[in-house]
């Protein structure tokens, strides 16, 4: 099979097409035929050697795919129970998801809806179960609460939006563009700040945190959700209410330092958000948060909006363009 490898550290021009023997399903696991893999931030950071986890090379990145299962290997416990070849899935495979084929256990897999693309699917679980995971388990979001959303318009901005929504907050987007800002209101913001470009001076982070504070109003808002993270983390802080939740979710634009004096005065929680420890520690409270999420998205409440499909030669580009900051919801990989 092929696969675009990552053979030393480095930037997405360093990948390679590379022939590999076909993955075999060990014990509880199965193989997956990858038809489409979307691209997420970790991506750029894995090739690098800068995410938190460190695969053995060579390894292909993506984590994030959906197929058809090719084969099924021998069931462990529940184990393999339940699924069969020709099966249309979702996978979540941590790496090696830019390849033709994947082994993954099956503890790993949900069933794609009949009507769904392939391209739908992958770019569903990553974005939205981080999201709904940060959102109930981690700010304690409720109906008729406020919702500011950093970087509004990727891939869990706009799920951060939608999920609010379903789940009955105001919700203010805030982004980098005009273009981004009209992502953020088809989503269904309530509100949308654009903001400039960091890094900010003292005054041009003080005149954010003012943007940020009119649009939380007098109370402040309830719940910030950042996936930006750098010069953008203070001035959403300032704009939190009386025991308000920041979720910090990750850290494109750096990683910030937070003045603690300022989670004293508004008696606040800063929340780390681990989605992938979170799923593996609690397997049950997962698997309600992805019927929920099947739920939603049956409904029409939310929807995976894949803004550009690249080819699977062209893979890194999809990452540099992740990499770069201008995407616009998510970016997937067409395989097979």
């Not at 979702?90 to 693309?117: C, F, Q, Y």
């Not at 940020?212 to 309830?222: L, S």
Request: net charge negative.
């Amino acid at each position: 099979m092929r696969a675009l490898l990552s053979k030393a550290p480095g930037g997405p021009e360093t990948l390679e097409m590379s022939e590999l023997p076909d993955p075999q399903a060990g014990a509880g696991q199965v193989v997956v035929a990858i038809r489409a893999c979307a691209i997420n931030y970790p991506d750029v950071l894995i090739i690098e050697d800068r995410y938190q986890f460190k695969p053995q090379r060579p390894f292909a990145p993506g984590g994030e795919v959906a197929g058809v299962i090719e084969s099924v290997g021998e069931s462990v416990g529940e184990g393999v129970e339940g699924w069969a070849v020709g099966d249309r899935v979702i996978a979540m495979t941590g790496w090696n998801g830019l390849a033709e084929k994947v082994a993954v256990d099956a503890a790993k897999l949900h069933r794609l809806p009949d009507g769904r693309s392939f391209e739908q699917g992958s770019a569903l679980m990553l974005t939205y179960a981080t999201t709904i995971h940060a959102l109930l388990d981690r700010g304690r979001l409720a109906e008729g609460q406020s919702l500011l959303v950093l970087g509004a318009a990727g891939g869990v901005g706009l799920a951060a939006i939608e999920l609010g929504k379903a789940f009955g907050a105001r919700v203010v987007g805030a982004v980098s563009s005009e273009e981004k800002a009209e992502a953020a209101r088809a989503a269904g913001a309530d509100e949308v700040i654009v903001y400039g470009r960091a890094p900010f001076d003292k005054e041009a982070s003080k005149a954010l945190a003012e943007q940020f504070k009119a649009a939380g109003g007098k109370g402040g808002f309830d719940v910030i959700y950042d996936p930006v993270g750098g010069d953008y983390a203070e001035p959403a802080l300032r704009s939190i209410g009386w025991e308000g939740r920041y979720l910090v979710v990750g850290f494109p634009a750096g990683i910030p330092k937070l003045p603690l004096n300022l989670t004293l005065l508004k008696s606040c929680d800063v929340c780390g958000v681990f989605w992938g420890a979170f799923a593996a520690r609690d397997p049950q409270a997962n698997a309600a948060h992805a019927a929920t999420l099947f739920r939603l998205w049956e409904e029409g409440r939310i929807s995976p909006r894949v803004t550009e499909s690249f080819a699977f030669e062209d893979g890194g580009k999809a990452i540099a363009t992740m990499g770069g900051r201008g995407a616009i919801g998510k970016l997937v990989v067409r395989i097979g």
